[in-house]
């Protein structure tokens, strides 16, 4: 499933495109026969990344998958093209060999590209342009950045979280990608990686770049650099169809986006199809030119390390929440539809294949457990719980929760989330079904016990 990667491509090159797109300059030209080096990555390694519609992308959440904005525009009007509009299909497959298969086929319920490319590519049309497929190098030197957002889940494909601390010079990161594997575009569909470190701007200033001057910080300041096989062959270069997949920091967790592949450059006296000097990947951190980690996050992606710290009332999916606003961490549970990891993230208790389904039961206790001890008031002392496995259920309006000797082999759960409790208070969680259920696990000590108010 994965590919060396370095696909870059703004300049919309042919692997990344839809219907529409058209080569403009000898730069595109040249940039569609790039793409060689890394190593094919291994089945565990990085998960997130899948290969979509003629481009490579990331899963950044339950429904939310990150790519190139080259790969989704409409470089003629400065739109989203309508291949990527709602209802439009996106099919994906983390799977890491060709022939590539299985492939989840999702529907798009909305496909953002980020403002300022927009703005640019307008700019650019009524200025004059026939189009802007190669938006990247106009002046801003724009985000080249889009987030597909579906209507389905793919629970078998873990999301990646974006990282919004800076990527710092010599930092290591990690390119990844599904395209083609030669300068002369062949190959392809066939997962692989390549170790890199993060490079000054001056990486930028070789013989054959078309960026020199005051842009090379200006580029610098909107994209992660990292070199290319033709200075070295122990680097890598993106290639067609690479375009869009995220540059990860190379860490412990290895699901840290820090980037996504969008453009490079070439070197000069090459003889026949060169592969990149430098590969560009649009910075994702709070450091960065334009404000790419407030948009991702406001869109419902997950942002460590960046933006406005995730609450549980901000109206979009962050931090530990499966939906909305709920499940995880949070006190709301969510509501049947919602995405959901356990039976704890849903008001039914009930989560199958990640998504959360109507109870079986209207009772505190449905689905947990049978036969539970039912009490009325909010005063309850549950006594001696012995060693065997106990459940208890009431519809009472409960302001504190107490128990004693939980340990040792004892559990204790509140609503289907496991809690701890020996002697400390608890706050009630919310209500389930109209009422609590407490389930106390079988083991030892034998003398255990819970009280309520």
């Known amino acids: ?14 692997a ?6 058209g080569e403009t300059s000898e730069e595109i030209a040249a940039a569609d026969d790039a793409l060689i080096g890394g190593t094919p990555a291994l089945e565990s390694q990085y998960p997130s990344t899948v290969a979509g519609p003629g481009c490579t992308a990331a899963k950044v959440g339950p429904r939310h998958f990150l790519t190139a904005a080259h790969c989704v525009d409409d470089e003629f009007t400065a739109t989203v093209h309508p291949a990527y509009g709602p209802g439009g299909s996106y099919s994906v497959t983390a799977d890491n060999t060709p022939p590539l298969s299985p492939y989840v086929n999702l529907t798009i319920q909305q496909t953002y590209i980020h403002p300022e490319w927009l703005e640019d590519c307008a700019a650019h049309l009524a200025g004059g342009a026939t189009d802007c497929a ?14 597909v957002v579906v209507n389905e889940l793919s629970p078998t494909i873990p999301a990646a979280v974006v990282d919004g601390a800076p990527v710092a010079v010599g930092d ?5 990608g599904y395209g083609c594997e030669s300068p002369s575009g062949s190959g392809g569909g ?5 170790n890199l470190s993060a490079s000054p701007s001056s990486i930028l200033n070789h013989p054959g770049s078309y960026v020199s001057g005051s842009a090379i910080n200006d580029v610098a300041a909107a994209y992660v650099l ?15 169809g690479d375009s869009g997949g995220p540059l990860y920091r190379q860490s412990s967790t290895s699901l840290v986006v820090v980037g996504v592949n969008a453009y490079y450059t070439f070197p000069s006296g090459w003889s026949g199809p060169a592969p990149s000097q430098t590969n560009w990947h649009t910075r994702l951190d709070t450091g960065a030119r334009y404000p790419v980690t407030s948009w991702l996050q406001a869109l419902g992606v997950s942002v460590i390390n960046g933006g406005t710290a995730p609450t549980c009332t901000d109206g979009v999916q962050n931090g530990t929440e499966t939906d909305v606003d709920c499940g995880g961490t949070c006190a709301a549970d969510c509501a049947n539809g919602d995405s959901c990891n356990t039976g ?3 008001t039914s208790q009930n989560c199958v294949a990640g998504v959360c ?15 539970p001890t039912a009490f009325a008031g909010p005063s309850y002392n549950s006594g001696n719980l012995g060693t065997g496995a106990r459940c208890f259920e009431t519809t009472a309006n409960l302001s504190g929760i107490n128990c004693g000797n939980f340990i040792n082999g004892r559990s204790f759960a509140i609503n289907g989330a496991a809690v701890t409790c020996n002697g400390g208070n608890i706050t009630p969680p919310a209500k389930r079904n109209g009422g609590y259920c407490f389930q106390a696990a079988a083991g030892d000590p034998a003398w255990a016990y819970f009280t309520t108010w």
């Open 172 to 176: 290591p990161v990690v390119a990844t």
């Open 1 to 14: 499933m994965r590919a060396p990667v370095y696909a870059l491509l703004s300049l919309c090159l042919a």
């Open 226 to 240: 990292t070199p290319g096989y033709a200075s070295s062959t122990s680097y890598a270069s993106l290639c067609p």
């Open 190 to 194: 066939l997962f692989k990686l390549q």
């Open 16 to 21: 990344c495109s839809v219907e529409g797109y």
């Open 344 to 346: 704890a993230d849903c």
């Open 357 to 371: 389904q109507p109870s079986t039961g209207t009772a505190p206790c449905s689905n947990l457990c049978t036969s």
């Open 134 to 147: 190669v938006n990247v190098l106009n002046a801003g030197h724009t985000p080249d950045l889009a987030l």
